[in-house]
């Protein structure tokens, strides 16, 4: 059973490490939807009897999926903005933006989508291994 709350964490610390690494240090963005995808495997309130990689798995992807949305929206929001001022000024130029700026905003979107489910999973996977480590019981005769 997917724990929402997590996932909602985990997508919008997706969608902030994601937003801020690509601006800072580009070839860091991949590690938003995997702490994204960690969070929401570790905060999760099931017990851990209940869980296996695979859900978790999913779990994480679910996580990255939505970040890759919110990411996508805000791309195609942000950049109808710029489209609709240009397209005051230059009324020929902002109608071929817009299209320019919808399919851009589409792709990008996708690819946001697939990148945050797969390294969603991933993050997901290392969560789930990190909670089952936490549970270990050592015994001391």
């Given at each position: 059973m997917t724990d929402w709350k997590s996932v909602g964490i985990g997508?919008?610390?997706?969608?902030?490490?994601?937003?801020?690494?690509?601006?800072?240090?580009?070839?860091?963005?991949?590690?938003?939807?995997?702490?994204?995808?960690?969070?929401?495997?570790y905060l999760?309130?099931?017990?851990?009897?209940q869980r296996t990689p695979s859900s978790d798995a999913a779990d994480g992807a679910l996580s990255g999926v939505i970040g890759g949305l919110i990411i996508g929206a805000i791309f195609i929001l942000g950049f109808s903005v710029l489209s609709t001022i240009i397209g005051l000024i230059f009324t020929q130029i902002g109608a071929?933006?817009?299209?320019?700026?919808?399919?851009?905003?589409?792709?990008?979107?996708?690819?946001?989508?697939?990148?945050?489910?797969?390294?969603?999973?991933?993050?997901?996977?290392?969560?789930?291994?990190?909670?089952?480590k936490e549970y270990v019981q050592v015994k001391v005769n």
């Open positions: 997508a919008l610390v997706n969608v902030v490490l994601t937003m801020i690494l690509t601006i800072i240090l580009f070839p860091l963005f991949f590690l938003g939807p995997v702490i994204g995808g960690l969070l929401t495997t999760s309130t099931e017990k851990l009897t071929v933006l817009g299209t320019i700026t919808i399919i851009t905003g589409l792709f990008l979107t996708l690819v946001s989508i697939l990148i945050g489910g797969v390294f969603g999973a991933m993050g997901g996977i290392i969560g789930y291994s990190m909670r089952e």
